[in-house]
C-alpha cells in the first residue's frame, strides 16, 4: 500500500520550476524592454524561453540574419530557450490569428514540462509601432492562462510610458544587457542604442525606486 500512495502522490510534490515568458515583435525588442531584469532573473535560476515573433528584416540589410543577433544576445542574458517565429515584420497585424495559435503551442507544447510559467513580458498595449500593438493584443490572448502579464518600455513608448512596477536591476545585470545589444550589429548605428541612452533611461527608472538602476513596467494582468 505505501508503495501505491508513494506513486501517486511523489508526482504530486514535485515542484515545477519557476519560468518566465518574454515575448517580443522583433529581434533586439526583448532586450531593450527587459534585458537586464531577465539576467537578473537568470541567476536565480528562473527558466527563461524568449520568443521572437519576426526576423525583422525591414529594419536592416536583407541579407543580415538578425534572428541570430538576437539569439547570441539571448544567450548572453540567461535566456535558456530561444524560439524565433517568421511573421512578417510591419505587417503582424494582419496575423493576428496565427500569432496567437503560435504563442499558444509554444506555451501549451514547447516549454519544458517541469517548468511553470509565472510571468510573461510582453509590448506595451500604448506603444505606437504596429507591430508592437499586434504582438501586445496576440500575448493577451494567448497568455490568459498565466497569472502575471507585464508590458515593458521601448524606444517607441518613451514619449508616454508609465511604469507601475519595477525591477531593481545591478550594475551587472544592467552592462549584460548592453552586452547582449552590442550583438545587434546591425542596428548600431540607431540612437537609441547608444549605450548612453540606455544608460539614462536605466538611472531614471532606479532613480524612481531610489536605486542605481531599474527596469519599469505596465501591469496587464497581475494575480499575486
Request: aromatic share 6%; proline share 3%.
Amino acid at each position: 500500500m505505501d508503495k501505491v500512495l508513494k506513486s501517486v502522490l511523489l508526482p504530486q510534490s514535485i515542484k515545477k520550476r519557476k519560468g518566465i515568458l518574454a515575448i517580443g515583435a522583433h529581434p533586439d525588442d526583448i532586450e531593450l524592454g527587459c534585458g537586464a531584469s531577465l539576467a537578473r532573473l537568470a541567476k536565480n535560476g528562473v527558466y527563461i524561453t524568449a520568443v521572437v515573433m519576426t526576423p525583422g528584416k525591414s529594419g536592416a540589410d536583407k541579407i543580415i540574419d538578425r534572428h541570430q543577433e538576437s539569439r547570441e544576445a539571448l544567450k548572453i542574458l540567461g535566456c535558456q530557450q530561444t524560439i524565433h517565429l517568421d511573421f512578417t515584420d510591419t505587417r503582424a497585424h494582419l496575423e493576428l490569428n496565427g500569432m496567437i495559435r503560435a504563442l499558444e503551442n509554444i506555451i501549451h507544447h514547447e516549454i519544458p514540462s517541469e517548468v511553470e510559467i509565472r510571468r510573461v513580458y510582453t509590448m506595451h498595449n500604448a506603444d505606437r509601432h504596429q507591430d508592437h500593438a499586434a504582438v501586445y493584443q496576440a500575448s493577451m490572448v494567448a497568455c490568459r492562462s498565466i497569472p502575471q502579464i507585464l508590458g515593458y518600455e521601448t524606444p517607441s513608448t518613451w514619449m508616454s510610458f508609465m511604469p507601475q512596477v519595477f525591477e531593481l536591476v545591478g550594475e551587472d545585470d544592467f552592462n549584460l544587457k548592453l552586452k547582449a545589444l552590442s550583438k545587434h550589429k546591425s542596428q548600431s548605428k540607431r540612437d537609441y542604442m547608444r549605450s548612453e541612452r540606455l544608460r539614462a533611461v536605466a538611472q531614471f527608472r532606479g532613480q524612481q525606486i531610489n536605486s542605481n538602476y531599474g527596469e519599469g513596467f505596465v501591469v496587464h494582468k497581475m494575480i499575486l
